[in-house]
């Protein structure tokens, strides 16, 4: 199990007025290089960290942070998961996710789940400090590329009147989806989002089922398909 730190020995979170914030993030080295980042903003402090959503509840209960932030690909519980049990229990906390994951494909279901923004880690040394100003100003935050999309989307919406097949997909069966078109075995799958092989071939049995789909062959097709359309 990862060590988690419930307490940050940062001197800036006594300080008054820093904005105290949590990274829930499974790589110990991604979460080192944003705390410095977010660090080097004065009014900003990282006070603590997790490595999967059930330490995450935990530390940000012995917090009480500002903002926190998630990953996506979590341990056990995804992030969309966590998002969804931390707006439950603190209904105000402000969360953005920062993810590896496209954000066509979990933008929107972060912010439905009730996130306030999202940035993709390629991108997090150029905007994360943005969306962590534009949050705590109460705005969402997007990349212009996604908020674009979002417009088009919605505008076309009442034209076709049809919802994406994915769109019946859990959160943990859309990731897992992606990871198969991007041509991952089960087992690769099944170490890279911490779960077993038993466990990843129970949601591809789902997916299966919930795009009629005959065999795991068709999902495989269908998967590298769709990750083809959407330029990935």
Known sequence: MKRVR????NSKCDRPGAKRIVIVDDHPLFRKGLEQLINSNDGLAVCGEAGSAAEAIDVIRRITPDL??????????????????????FSKLPILVLSMHDESLYALRSLRAGAQGYVMKQEALANVLTAIQQVFDGRPYLSA?????????????PDNGKAAPTDNLSDRELEILELIGKGHEVREIAKELHLSPKTVETHRAHIKEKLNLKNAR????????WMDARGA
Do not use: C
């Open 6 to 9: 419930f307490e940050n020995k």
């Open 145 to 157: 590329a996604m908020s674009a999309k979002l417009i088009v989307s919605y505008a076309e919406a």
């Open 218 to 225: 068709q999902v495989t097709r269908f998967a590298v398909q």
């Open 68 to 89: 926190v932030i998630v990953d996506v690909s979590l341990p056990g519980a995804n992030g969309i998961e966590l998002i969804k049990n931390i707006r439950s229990e």
